[in-house]
């Protein structure tokens, strides 16, 4: 299993709404990030888990919060978010946190904040 | 915070024809990837060289990499319809706590026309 799997592929949620993107990858990969991409723009880097604990916060705001249970999955949790927050949301992951091997993506959740 | 910028930001060429990409960086990198993204969706790592290197091969792409001017270029060579895509050069730097930060590039969005 080369992949990383990102469910769902197309979210629509409310602004008082609570919903979770999940992160699934099975290479043994040690270090799984999170990044958002805006329309036109490049993906902007958001947390890094490197084994399994937060290694990297980019001032994120609190109504975003990650979540490693495993060395596999990773969870964004998601609450009370804003239209601005609409975005194409992408999990990768790597073998180390310096690994010199690049990046696996997953195809991303789209999600469209109402 | 954006590191890489990449020149042209469109390109338009004809089936066959060889395609240039540059990027710009600021800082010091560790290594530096370049990677390409169908509309909306994930990306895909293509190549990765070393800040020690100064050339690399994979397939049609070829890539350098110019520390003392801190840019680095990607050349697809014989350049077909699938080749139609966002290509963004992303920086590495390794961080003292063990982990590496990738900074994209505002990316080239390159079409080829059959």
């Known amino acids: 299993d080369t992949e990383v799997t990102q469910t769902p592929k197309h979210l629509v949620m409310g602004m008082t709404n609570k919903k979770s993107l999940k992160c699934e990858q099975h290479?043994?990969?040690?270090?799984m990030y999170w990044y958002k991409q805006k329309a036109k723009k490049p993906p902007e880097l958001m947390f890094v888990?490197?084994?399994?604990?937060?290694?990297i916060n980019e001032s994120v705001p609190s109504r975003f919060s990650p979540e490693c249970p495993n060395s596999s999955l990773l969870n964004l949790h998601l609450h009370a978010l804003q239209p601005e927050d609409s975005a194409l949301y992408l999990c990768?992951?790597?073998?180390?946190?310096?690994?010199?091997?690049?990046?696996?993506f997953g195809s991303g959740t789209r999600l469209t904040v109402v | 915070s954006q590191q890489g910028e990449e020149d042209p930001q469109a390109l338009s060429i004809q089936e066959g024809e060889n395609a240039t990409m540059n990027c710009s960086y600021k800082t010091s990198i560790n290594n530096l990837q370049w990677y390409r993204q169908n509309s909306g969706r994930g990306l895909v790592h293509l190549i990765l060289i070393r800040s020690n290197e100064r050339e690399k091969h994979s397939g049609r792409l070829r890539v350098t990499l110019d520390t003392s001017k801190k840019s680095s270029s990607l050349l697809i060579t014989a350049s077909r319809a699938a080749d139609t895509a966002s290509y963004f050069c992303a920086t590495v730097l390794y961080s003292s706590g063990g982990y590496q930060k990738v900074t994209f590039g505002i990316g080239t969005k390159l079409q080829v026309i059959p």
């Open positions: 888990y490197s084994y399994e604990k937060l290694s």
């Open positions: 290479m043994g990969h040690r270090a």
């Open positions: 990768a992951s790597s073998q180390e946190p310096d690994s010199n091997y690049g990046y696996t």
